[in-house]
């Protein structure tokens, strides 16, 4: 099924109220629109809302289903590209019909306020900081309270890191989307047919996610984008020693020193080589190729509440 193309009414009435507001491009808009009409959740979570384009594509897609409940979380208090006004604000100004189906929580990462919102979530819409390793950290805090049999994940600018006029290091999204382990991964038709990549995609979490859950948290082994403040890694670090078997939070404790290693001492891939052996297991290997030209470039900034 092409979701793109899927109840394209549904969306049409207010498309043009969202569209000012949407960091989406129109396919990406219409997939969000279709899978959601597809498969009717009933608890939805979006992590990254910005001023709420694809909050009120969500709540317009569930407004007619029984039940169905949108929890979304926002780093920031304020809009990204708004910051005079609060995160989501453009449901309460444009769309107070959607409200008693929406509940927000500001000022945090998701690993603050997963447990509030709790399991048994149908549909998690991600889309946050893009730049390694915040993408690969939410889904990893979510991912324990997401349907275990049958739930999706739709991770946005996926491929944001090939726009000429984008940065290179956007390439948290497609970190995650390329790692994990899932029976079916689906895109739409890119907007840009000359590009020829779509920015958003969708994927099935089941057993084997849960199973191969390793591979996220070995990707964490790939040089950071962006470090992770004192405040958010212990909410985070909550999370995995919680939900996360002895080992699995074993490993993560020595990505965090690996990656502090990697701040500290900025280093050649060679010498890079020699400290991961200290720290992970040789399957790690393989995601070492894959970061040889990255080493060189760890310019990290601070994100911290």
Known sequence: MRYEEFERERLDPIYDIIEPYSEMKKNERYFLNGIIRALKPKKILEVGVSA????SIILNA?????????????????A???????????VEEKFPQFMDKWQIFRGGDASRHI???????????????HTHPWETMNFLCVLPF?????????????????????????????????????EEKITPAPDNEAAGFSNIGAFKVSECTFKHVNNL??????????????NDREDIRKIIEKYYSPEQYEFFCKAL????????????????????????TPG??????????????NKTTQMEV
């Open 52 to 55: 709420g384009g694809g909050t």
């Open 62 to 78: 569930i407004s007619d289903i029984e039940g169905a409940k949108l929890y979304s979380i926002d780093y920031s208090q304020t």
């Open 80 to 90: 990204f590209f708004f910051p005079d006004k609060p995160s989501g604000f453009l």
């Open 115 to 129: 447990e509030k919102v709790g399991g048994d979530i149908d549909l998690f819409m991600l889309d946050t900081a």
């Open 146 to 182: 997401l349907k275990r049999d049958f739930s999706w994940t739709v991770l946005h600018d996926i491929t944001l890191y090939t726009d000429p006029n984008g940065r290179l290091s956007t390439n948290a999204c497609r970190y995650l989307f390329g790692h994990v382990v899932s």
């Open 217 to 230: 948290l070995e990707s964490l082994l790939i040089p950071w984008d962006r470090t992770v403040g004192k």
């Open 257 to 280: 020193k690996f990656q502090d290693y990697l701040a500290e001492h900025p280093a050649s891939f060679k010498n890079v080589m020699k400290t991961v052996m200290k720290h992970s």
């Open 284 to 297: 790690v290997f393989n995601f070492l190729r894959k970061i040889k030209h990255s080493v060189s470039r």
